[in-house]
T-cell receptor, first 113, second 114 residues
């Protein structure tokens, strides 16, 4: 049972444009969501997070939006840069648990110069 | 460099064998997590230790076991290996437990079972 889903395996965007990566979840107990970025041959690195008490969190070029009623979150990257090309994982957790993260399958973003 | 080290980087072995993957957390981190990433899959949580004690368990197979030692390094033991165990195994560490503590991931160990 895939509790966190990223339905787009890949996304290609032109440099300078907006990249939108989507994520859906099914478990209503999740109240904390994260995005991780992964380059080849490296481990994932934390990018941005959002708590369920918010519907938006912004950090520089990265903004995460949360729609609790739709159980959907998205990551916006504006403007996209070639260095943003990587695999992006959405992850979810519950604030009451020990910290284990439930990950989506990942979306490969390619930003073309 | 996340500060989390994993050895070995690559491991090739045969079905039925047993292997041990090692993880050294960032200095000062007490919590260690193990995740498995199979082909085209997201990372699957296996198990978590905090200061030497098991704190949470995911869908970890009975053939797999882990422990965290007094110096806080952790080992993941995989036995009676099957072809389907071929995957990337990531270790992550954080200062404490709870999702608000950022998890720092190591570069992973790629296991190939032939």
């Amino acid at each position: 049972d895939q509790q966190v889903k990223q339905n787009s395996p890949s996304l290609s965007v032109q440099e300078g444009r907006i990249s939108i990566l989507n994520c859906d979840y099914t478990n209503s107990m999740f109240d904390y969501f994260l995005w991780y970025k992964k380059y080849p041959a490296e481990g994932p690195t934390f990018l941005i997070s959002i708590s369920s008490i918010k519907d938006k969190n912004e950090d520089g070029r990265f903004t995460v939006f949360l729609n609790k009623s739709a159980k959907h979150l998205s990551l916006h990257i504006v403007p996209s840069q070639p260095g943003d090309s990587a695999v992006y994982f959405c992850a979810a957790s519950n604030s009451g648990n020990t910290g284990k993260l439930i990950f989506g399958q990942g979306t490969t973003l390619q930003v073309k110069p | 460099d996340s500060g989390v080290t994993q050895t070995p980087k690559h491991l090739i072995t045969a079905t039925g064998q047993r292997v041990t993957l090692r993880c050294s957390p960032r200095s000062g981190d007490l919590s260690v997590y193990w995740y498995q990433q199979s082909l085209d899959q997201g990372l699957q949580f296996l198990i978590q230790y905090y200061n030497g004690e098991e704190r949470a368990k995911g869908n970890i197979l009975e053939r797999f076991s882990a422990q965290q030692f007094p110096d806080l390094h952790s080992e993941l033991n995989l036995s009676s290996l099957e072809l389907g165990d071929s995957a990337l195994y990531f270790c992550a560490s954080s200062v404490a437990t709870g999702p608000y503590n950022e998890q720092f991931f190591g570069p992973g160990t790629r296991l190939t079972v032939l």
